[in-house]
């Protein structure tokens, strides 16, 4: 149990287009979504929060209008990338936290590599 | 403030060996705490967590941590490495105040035969 995708794995777009890539918890219910971005040999940077049915919670320096988030369900959120630049290629990853789970644990999906040419 | 430090940002063991991957913590409350693994250009699998019940933890493939409040450690064990071991190993701490995770830097798990 437990599982998260992401669609697609990879992606390449040319700068200045838009890229949508969705997260689904596919056997709970996830009341709380995140998104990292990873760079090469790095950790985990958080971008934003998301619970269904209200407004993603940004983290500082994080461009809101250039990474749009919706989380329309209890087992979907997307991120959209606007207006993609070079600089936006990274390892994409969503993590969705299950609502009747008492531990903090977060299932994180297998994450979508993004390069903007 | 809440925080994770992760000491050794590569480690190199023996097939065979005993892998020891160091996490330390700082938090004002009980914490909740999370060793993740990860394979390249893949996301994160849990291997195991704390939460105030033992304190030494058994996780997933042959992992396992102890809980040393006295050290604020969460060190990562397991007794005999396998080549499949070698990966990026994250120690996280569940922040209830900002409710997100926070991740350590990582260590890089190699091992030779």
């Known amino acids: 149990g437990a599982v998260v995708s992401q669609h697609p794995s990879r992606v390449i777009c040319k700068s200045g287009t838009s890229v949508k890539i969705e997260c689904r918890s596919l056997d709970f219910q996830a009341t709380t979504m995140f998104w990292y971005r990873q760079f090469p040999k790095q950790s985990l940077m958080l971008m934003a929060t998301?619970?269904?049915?209200?407004?993603?919670?940004?983290e500082q320096g994080v461009e809101k209008d250039k990474f749009l988030i919706n989380h329309a369900s209890l087992t979907l959120s997307t991120l959209t990338v606007t207006s993609a630049h070079p600089e936006d290629s990274s390892f994409y990853i969503c993590?969705?936290?299950?609502?009747?789970?008492?531990?903090?644990?977060?299932?994180f999906g297998p994450g979508t590599r993004l390069t903007v040419t | 403030a809440q925080s994770v430090t992760q000491l050794g940002s590569h480690v190199s063991v023996s097939e065979g060996a005993l892998v020891l991957l160091r996490c330390n913590y700082s938090?004002?409350?009980?914490?909740?705490l999370f060793w993740y693994v990860q394979y390249p250009n893949q996301g994160l699998q849990l291997l195991l967590k704390?939460?105030?019940?033992?304190?030494l933890v058994k996780g997933i493939n042959g992992f396992e941590a102890e809980f040393k409040k006295s050290e604020t450690s969460f060190h990562l064990t397991k007794p005999s490495a396998h080549m499949s071991d070698a990966a990026e190993y994250f120690c996280?701490?569940?922040?209830?105040?900002?409710?997100?995770?926070?991740f350590g830097a990582g260590t890089r798990l190699a091992v030779h035969p």
């Open positions: 704390y939460t105030s019940a033992a304190t």
């Open positions: 993590s969705a936290r299950a609502a009747a789970r008492e531990t903090r644990e977060q299932y």
């Open positions: 938090s004002s409350v009980p914490p909740y």
């Open positions: 996280a701490l569940f922040s209830g105040g900002y409710n997100k995770l926070i």
């Open positions: 998301s619970n269904e049915g209200s407004k993603a919670t940004y």
